[in-house]
């Protein structure tokens, strides 16, 4: 049964604001801008053509919980004010959790779908293989069953990018204190966007496929430090989408098991005379071992979801106890 995560907080208490921070922004980017060898390994696991595994999944998920781990530590480290003028900055974080949450919520779904696609196939594959020649009704039927339940775990969901920066750049702008509070704000929301793009990625990956997420370049322009890093960012984001099937689930996984249906179809297709027996059962042996990658990798992937989202609800409660113990 799909587990739903619910994501409803106690509103945020304001505390009184400061004036001063005591923490380093710069020594934050730089430990911000080690994730790039993160970014990096992430261009080596992509596949040809686009496509994209759950092992990469996984990997995406674990340096999103790293991006969210320095940005809470940052807030635990700063005597952040509560409120800039037009910004409510604690707001900013807890929005960014409960956006990271909603995430969860949405690749849990994708993940349970994709369980019930995986026990179809299990079961189509039992079918095939009741009889030393399958009966071509019987494999007519399940592959008509496997394609509409593929047609299920993509689009299941659509979703915009927001273009963060432009909320920075107006609370920068109408800040008072704004050449005090800029390189901290502009910090937060960069490293805000960087998860929003991530965010994005793994939704494209799983749920709805796009071939576009929105500009968010400009957050990285104040800090030199982040030169590589955006660099390498965008090299990420050009790889996983040019050329993206909109259309269609990019996941390797699926891709595999896919094809094997299509190659039973055809082989069907030709009729009892016309197919290659030994060619359909190499199709059904691929397509009982292209269920099991699929069941292996949902498992490394599902565990590292369920991490991520204790850990953000953590991050949420901790914060509002540190807030509410400063009033």
């Known amino acids: 049964m799909e587990r739903v995560f619910l994501t409803c907080f106690p509103p945020l208490c304001r505390g009184k604001p400061s004036s001063s921070t005591n923490v380093n922004v710069d020594e934050s980017v730089t430990l911000f801008s080690s994730l790039v060898s993160d970014i990096d390994r992430l261009q080596t696991w992509l596949l040809p053509e686009g496509s994209i595994s759950l092992q990469w999944c996984s990997e995406a998920t674990n340096l999103l919980r790293k991006m969210h781990s320095q940005l809470l530590l940052f807030y635990e480290k700063s005597e952040v004010p509560s409120s800039w003028d037009c910004i ?133 322009r104040g800090f030199p430090q982040l030169k590589f890093f955006s660099a390498s960012l965008g090299k990420l984001v050009g790889c996983c989408l040019k050329g993206k099937d909109c259309t269609r689930s990019v996941l390797v996984e699926n891709m595999v098991i896919e094809k094997a249906v299509l190659d039973i179809k055809e082989e069907i297709l030709k009729g009892e005379e016309g197919a290659d027996v030994g060619r359909l059962r190499k199709s059904i042996d691929l397509l009982k071992r292209s269920s099991l990658a699929l069941k292996e990798g949902m498992e490394m992937f599902e565990a590292l979801v369920n991490e991520l989202f204790a850990e953000v609800k953590n991050g949420r409660v901790k914060l509002l106890a540190m807030v509410n113990g400063k009033q």
């Open 88 to 220: 409510n900055i604690l707001d900013v974080y807890m929005e960014e959790a409960l956006h990271l949450l909603d995430l969860c919520n949405s690749l849990s779904s994708a993940i349970s779908w994709m369980g019930r696609y995986r026990l179809t196939v299990d079961l189509a594959v039992i079918k095939f293989c009741d009889d030393e020649i399958p009966d071509v009704a019987t494999i007519k039927a399940e592959i008509e069953r496997l394609e509409n339940e593929g047609k299920k775990i993509c689009g299941v969901e659509k979703r915009k990018y927001k273009n963060m920066f432009k909320t920075a750049a107006m609370a920068e702008t109408k800040s008072k204190n704004r050449h005090h509070h800029s390189s901290t704000i502009r910090f937060i929301y960069a490293v805000k966007s960087t998860i929003d793009v991530m965010d994005m990625l793994l939704f494209s990956a799983i749920l709805y496929p796009v071939s576009d997420i929105g500009e968010y370049e400009e957050v990285y």
